[in-house]
């Protein structure tokens, strides 16, 4: 089971969490927000906004707090400037790690993200010190009780995927970043129903964490990481053994 699927796993379990608290709520806003700025408050043209509208759906966010979002990103109403910053750096035992912000002050940002990797154990790198480890990807995640391998690979394929790939719960679709909504639409319309959608950023290769004490500081420092304001996504290439991360998640 590949590190990025069982991180995905963790923040669907702690998303529910997050979700009554409006965490959720606030980093999809965010996204809304910048990408009506930069790419117009039209969904149908502007297919950042799309997706981030559809995600904004699938987790019952009110009409009106997307409208809003919409409204301050195209400037019709007041609101917070964000910027997109992605910063890099080594988590426990040696892991990539890469950080997704959008903030209205990088001053603070920066300073509380270096304090996360140093707490863990970690150091926040410079820019191209570990993003080269990645791959910008087009991301579905299935539930494999949904549908099989071979209908789902069908379906992908002739939709424009690029792979699809079998974890321990999960199907994953991966498709090149242009192609995602074309590939995501297709497979709705057929009926496939998504657990995760949307571009990531998925490692070329793992590192193992095999000890018990690594791999908790580790899910602590992504945690913490999740957890902050100003981060929208956090990625990582390691690769936990089951009973590890059953003892640490």
């Not at 035992?93 to 993200?113: Q, Y």
């Not at 709705?188 to 950023?201: H, N, P, R, S």
């Not at 590192?207 to 990582?236: C, F, P, S």
Request: proline share 3%; with cysteine.
């Amino acid at each position: 089971m590949s590190g990025h699927s069982k991180w995905s796993t963790i923040k669907r379990k702690k998303g529910a969490v997050d979700a009554k608290r409006g965490r959720a709520f606030t980093k999809l806003i965010k996204e809304i927000t910048v990408a009506a700025r930069m790419g117009g408050g039209d969904p149908l043209g502007n297919p950042r906004l799309r997706s981030a509208v559809a995600t904004a759906k699938t987790e019952n966010m009110p009409k009106d707090n997307i409208e809003r979002a919409i409204k301050k990103g195209t400037g019709e109403i007041a609101g917070a400037v964000y910027e997109e910053i992605t910063y890099e750096g080594y988590g426990p035992g040696g892991v990539a790690v890469l950080v997704d912000c959008m903030t209205d002050n990088k001053n603070r940002t920066v300073a509380d993200v270096r304090h996360y990797f140093s707490k863990s154990g970690g150091n926040l790198g410079e820019s191209g010190c570990v993003s080269w480890m990645f791959e910008k990807k087009g991301n579905l995640l299935v539930d494999k009780t949904t549908i099989t391998e071979e209908q789902l690979m069908d379906l992908a394929l002739e939709a424009g995927a690029e792979d699809v790939r079998e974890e321990e719960n999960e199907f994953q679709v991966l498709t090149a970043p242009e192609d995602f909504e074309t590939v995501r639409e297709a497979l709705q319309k057929q009926g496939v129903a998504f657990l995760e959608a949307g571009i990531a950023m998925i490692p070329k290769n793992t590192i193992e964490v095999g000890e018990e004490k690594t791999a908790k500081q580790l899910m602590k420092l992504l945690e913490n990481l999740e957890d902050y304001d100003d981060v929208q996504n956090v990625y990582a290439n390691f690769d936990i053994p089951d009973e590890i991360m059953e003892a640490v998640s």
